[in-house]
């Protein structure tokens, strides 16, 4: 009897282990994920206002940032009606780029930019891990406001 109950315990305890390491797994992509969209969004805020509107990052990307108009002209990706960026539809050029990690782990990041009161911008910004459809993962997203 006490054979079987540790027999069934040692089972149990050997399915945990495949499951958090690949919680780890995940975790450290939605990290990688959060950091390569910190420093999308970096770039992207610092040169919102550059005169042509498309700068080249610091992977070599050319990208958009331009968005005028009157407060309330929007830019970029779409949003959802939530307000973050909407993955079910293609992404729109110039304002999103893939990006890999060391480990050769791809991200999709997109923006928006709304022009706001004052002539100020809205910028959000959403990363995505390239990943099997059947694999969970989570969208990093920021918002920020920037003014002239």
């Known amino acids: 009897m006490a054979l079987t109950l540790l027999t069934v315990c040692l089972l149990g305890l050997a399915m945990i282990f495949p499951l958090e390491l690949r919680r780890g797994s995940l975790s450290k992509v939605s990290s990688e994920c959060a950091r390569l969209a910190q420093r ?6 610092e040169n919102v206002f550059s005169p042509s509107g498309i700068f080249t990052d610091i992977d070599g ?5 331009v968005c005028s108009g009157a407060p309330g002209t929007s830019c970029g990706n779409p949003l959802t009606t939530a307000g973050g960026i909407d993955y079910s539809l293609p992404p729109a050029v110039g304002f999103s780029v893939q990006v890999s990690d060391s480990a050769g782990q791809q991200y999709s990041i997109r923006w928006n930019i709304t022009v706001t009161a004052n002539d100020g911008r809205k910028i959000v910004l959403a990363a995505k891990p390239i990943v099997a459809a059947d694999t969970p993962v989570h969208t990093v997203q920021f918002e920020t406001l920037v003014a002239r």
């Open 40 to 45: 999308e969004l970096d770039q992207v805020r």
């Open 61 to 65: 990307n050319s990208l958009d940032v």
